[in-house]
């Protein structure tokens, strides 16, 4: 079964981290861009961050950057998103996929919910 499946979610208080885990199952995720995506209530999808297939450049929303990194471990099929300095405005649904273009993409997964709140 190929499928995308996303960890790691939590109630955190503002200044903390987590790490999201998005993990390939049925093909090598070293092959893929992939893209973490967020979803607040009531807003939609947004870009997170994208690492690329070809060198690991990575990309990030400005809202972001600074505070997230992302990379891969090719051993465990599993591609990481580091969050620190959480705020409040961070919490939302977080979701990954093998794309940086979410309109091109309709497998999307269960996502791990993110909670920033003291």
């Known amino acids: 079964q190929v499928e995308l499946v996303e960890s790691g979610g939590a109630l955190v208080q503002p200044g903390g981290s987590l790490r999201l885990s998005c993990t390939a199952s049925?093909?090598?995720?070293?092959?893929?861009?992939l893209g973490w995506f967020r979803q607040a209530p009531g807003k939609e999808r947004e870009g997170v961050s994208c690492?690329?297939?070809?060198?690991?450049?990575?990309v990030y929303a400005n809202s972001v950057k600074g505070r997230f990194t992302t990379s891969r471990d090719n051993a465990r099929n599993t591609v990481y998103l580091q969050m620190n300095s959480l705020k409040p405005e961070d919490t939302a649904v977080y979701y990954c996929?093998?794309?940086?273009?979410?309109?091109?993409?309709?497998?999307w997964g269960q996502g791990t919910q993110v909670t920033v709140s003291s």
């Open positions: 049925g093909f090598t995720l070293i092959s893929y861009q």
């Open positions: 690492i690329s297939n070809k060198n690991n450049s990575t």
């Open positions: 996929a093998t794309t940086c273009k979410p309109w091109e993409y309709d497998s």
